[in-house]
């Protein structure tokens, strides 16, 4: 196979940090057979077979290349090895700590405006420009300190902040709603999120664009994307700009970047339902197929809860202009928005990563399919330590985030090669490496050499010419050899977060 493989970089490497010895408490827990559907032989762990099994059942599935040219082994380890590692008190939660974060994040947020509204004013700063720059400075704290708190609230979804269901959610309602964000429709598909990460016909969040979808969006045969010329640096910039402004919203109303398998909902509520504009596919319609029946109550909670701050918001803007109100609160949740896709864009793109079809995932699979990043002070203080501990979040989210970085050095040594974190440059890697994913991973296809469960497993290329080139495919060939043709694996939606490890 010819490919244009990068040389591996050192701050992408899989390794396994060898630091942290796995406890033998007793916490382990068989992963349930509804987060792990399908099961596949490899699913145990390799070590209880012989090593000429092991080793036929390698080269069955041929050779599999991420994006960078490093060859892929399909992760063989379980869910109840990866308990097992994790100290016993690191499951434990404080819901006194968990409100202490919440009432020092909204401290932040309150100090932050009565200082600037006190001290930059005319009177105080007669200067134009120094004012406006010091009010622009405002919207940056304002939204470091609101994603803090969206992330306190997305620990609450979660049952992570405390021990009670109902302060969880209590909490989580109030603050995600102070931010406009629908909690409990949230909360309710990010769990099944959770549940299929990987899955490409069912995570909710993050499927990438299969081959064929990017060549119909881009206006290209199949066959000819590896002939193409690559994007202009400044059509990467403009994706980039408008996936930061607007991504967000686009999820929360047309569900994109989420599964369209929809028909397949159990209680027929997804038939003739796309994703899309007023469709019905959206996180605020009780009758959307993101949605069994019995939860359609909480949607109608999530959206009174958006409606009560829409109306204290028109009220400020009413009576103390709209002006005020756009700086004050409209560009800091715009901000808050822009992190917020940031991190998970990253948490769940990145040249290392695969995505399994169904017939190849697995629960331990698909959690490993993340990556943990480095975002320095504000990362690991101000919001949370949400972004350095995202590999252990999609194993076991009940973990509180003050305990994740203790139980992802405990893990490391079951996932080896598996743990993948880029830490190189801290927040300025971080940063840099959005620009770095968004080069480099525009589609997904199998690997060329792939045969087999191998076929299943699928990894990111472009038409940059960075990394990996893609597959030669024959003029009039309409898919990418080893897709599915269509056929999908059975598939039920899961439940909400409360049921979650």
């Given at each position: 196979?010819s ?21 033998t ?20 762990s ?7 099994d ?28 990866i ?23 909204v ?20 200067s ?23 992330v ?7 049952q ?17 709603s ?55 640096p ?29 028909e397949?909902q159990?209680?027929?509520k ?56 756009l ?17 998970t ?71 080896g ?55 030669k ?29």
């Open positions: 196979m490919t244009t493989a990068l040389p591996r970089n050192e701050a992408m490497r899989r390794t396994a940090a060898m630091d942290s010895t796995p406890s408490s007793s916490n382990s827990s068989a992963a349930s057979p509804s987060d792990t559907p399908t099961q596949s032989p490899s699913s145990s390799l070590s209880s077979l012989g090593s000429v092991e080793s036929l059942l390698k080269s069955s599935r041929g050779k599999m290349l991420d994006t960078y040219g490093n060859e892929f082994q399909i992760p063989d380890y379980t869910i109840k090895q308990r097992d590692a994790i100290p016993a008190h690191c499951f434990e939660r404080s819901g006194a700590r968990g409100l202490a974060y919440v009432a020092r994040d401290a932040s947020l309150a100090a932050t405006f009565y200082v600037f509204n006190s001290y930059v004013t005319p009177e105080t700063i007669p134009t420009p120094v004012r406006a720059g010091l009010w622009a400075l405002y919207t940056v704290i304002q939204g470091l300190f609101g994603t803090g708190l969206w306190l609230a997305h620990e609450c979804g979660h992570s902040f405390s021990p009670s269901k109902t302060l969880n959610d209590t909490v989580g309602w109030i603050c995600h102070a931010l406009l964000v629908p909690y409990f429709s949230w909360k309710i598909s990010h769990g099944k999120h959770h549940k299929a990460t990987g899955h490409l016909e069912r995570d909710m969040v993050f499927i990438p664009k299969r081959r064929e979808e990017y060549a119909s969006r881009m206006g290209y045969l199949v066959h000819e994307l590896s002939e193409v010329a690559e994007e202009t400044i059509a990467t910039a403009i994706h980039m700009f408008s996936q930061q402004i607007g991504g967000w919203l686009m999820y929360l109303t047309t569900n994109v970047t989420g599964h369209n398998n929809h397949k159990a209680e027929g997804g038939q003739g339902k796309k994703n899309g504009f007023w469709t019905g596919v959206n996180h605020f319609n009780p009758s959307s197929p993101l949605y069994e029946r019995k939860d359609e109550k909480l949607i109608w909670l999530s959206d009174l809860g958006l409606a009560i701050t829409a109306s204290v918001l028109f009220l400020v803007g009413k009576n103390f202009g709209w002006v005020n109100l700086v004050w609160y409209v560009i800091p949740y715009l901000w808050v928005n822009h992190w917020l896709v940031a991190i864009f990253l948490q769940h793109t990145d040249p290392t990563l695969p995505h399994y079809e169904g017939h190849t995932w697995t629960f331990a699979r698909g959690a490993a399919a993340t990556i943990d990043r480095e975002f320095g002070f504000i990362g690991r203080h101000l919001l949370h330590g949400i972004i350095e501990t995202h590999v252990l979040h999609h194993y076991i989210s009940t973990i509180p985030f003050y305990n994740a970085d203790e139980a992802t050095e405990a893990i490391k040594p079951v996932m090669q598996h743990y993948r974190s880029d830490t190189k440059d801290g927040s300025i890697g971080f940063l840099k490496s959005m620009w770095t994913s968004a080069r480099m991973c525009q589609w997904i296809e199998p690997s060329e050499g792939a045969e087999g469960e191998g076929k299943g497993v699928l990894f990111f290329r472009n038409r940059n010419g960075l990394g990996v080139s893609p597959q495919i024959a003029e009039g060939q309409k898919t990418v050899p080893g897709h599915p043709g269509g056929k999908t694996t059975k598939m039920m939606l899961g439940a909400d977060s409360d049921n979650e490890s």
